[in-house]
T-cell receptor, first 111, second 114 residues
Framework: NAGVTQTPKFQVLKTGQSMTLQCAQD?????MYWYRQDPGMGLRLIYY???????DKGEVPNGYNVSRLNKREFSLRLESAAPSQTSVYFC??????????FGPGTRLTVL | QKEVEQNSGPLSVPEGAIASLNCTYS??????FFWYRQYSGKSPELIMF????GDKEDGRFTAQLNKASQYVSLLIRDSQPSDSATYLC??????????????FGTGTLLAVQP
């Protein structure tokens, strides 16, 4: 049981480049989430998917898009990366909307 | 006013002492409360959750909830250097129009001195 996995672990982008962060869970959870974590700001919700086929904006959705590919996978896309998107990105999942389990994170730097 | 507030610390306690971490929240209707531990460079790891007023104990950890005063705390007994980490408080409630979101505090850094 791998839990929540994320790829890649590290990424460096130039301003304007695009990339997709991948997340998968093997716990048969219904809900999945994308957060970013910045020093002094805590964890902030970018997008979430309460169930397969649905996605909703969180607190800081601008500059991001998501796809809930199936029940297991939830990807986050940066269409045109900006330095302000330098952060650590965490994917999480939960069976209902309560207890969330986090992946190992992706450390993204945008130059 | 922040929705979930924690003292950023660092909170420094000697090994073997009780560490007390506190969290206040703004949504009086919040029903679910969580404590996560995050080691430097790692992802948050769930320690405990609590739904009802009062105390909930799990090993060396005790979560305390007081809905009337809108605070939740985490006590760590017999603190060990391995407990040194950032502790995140999370509250589920209606924030910003989206129901049932988990809102995280910015965390309290705990340092246990050998």
């Amino acid at each position: 049981n791998a839990g929540v996995t994320q790829t890649p672990k590290f990424q460096v982008l130039k301003t304007g480049q695009s990339m997709t962060l991948q997340c998968a869970q093997d716990m048969n959870h219904n809900s999945m989430y994308w957060y970013r974590q910045d020093p002094g700001m805590g964890l902030r919700l970018i997008y979430y998917s309460a169930s397969e086929g649905t996605t909703d904006k969180g607190e800081v959705p601008n500059g991001y898009n998501v796809s809930r590919l199936n029940k297991r996978e939830f990807s986050l896309r940066l269409e045109s990366a900006a330095p302000s998107q330098t952060s650590v990105y965490f994917c999480a999942s939960s069976f209902d909307t309560d207890t969330q389990y986090f992946g190992p994170g992706t450390r993204l730097t945008v130059l | 006013q922040k929705e979930v507030e924690q003292n950023s610390g660092p909170l420094s306690v000697p090994e073997g002492a009780i560490a007390s971490l506190n969290c206040t929240y703004s949504d009086r209707g919040s029903q679910s409360f969580f404590w996560y531990r995050q080691y430097s460079g790692k992802s948050p790891e769930l320690i405990m959750f609590i739904y009802s007023n009062g105390d909930k104990e799990d090993g060396r950890f005790t979560a305390q909830l007081n809905k009337a005063s809108q605070y939740v705390s985490l006590l760590i007994r017999d603190s060990q250097p391995s407990d040194s980490a950032t502790y995140l408080c999370a509250v589920k409630g209606d924030y910003g129009g989206a129901t049932n979101k988990l809102i995280f505090g910015t965390g309290t850094l705990l340092a246990v001195q050998p």
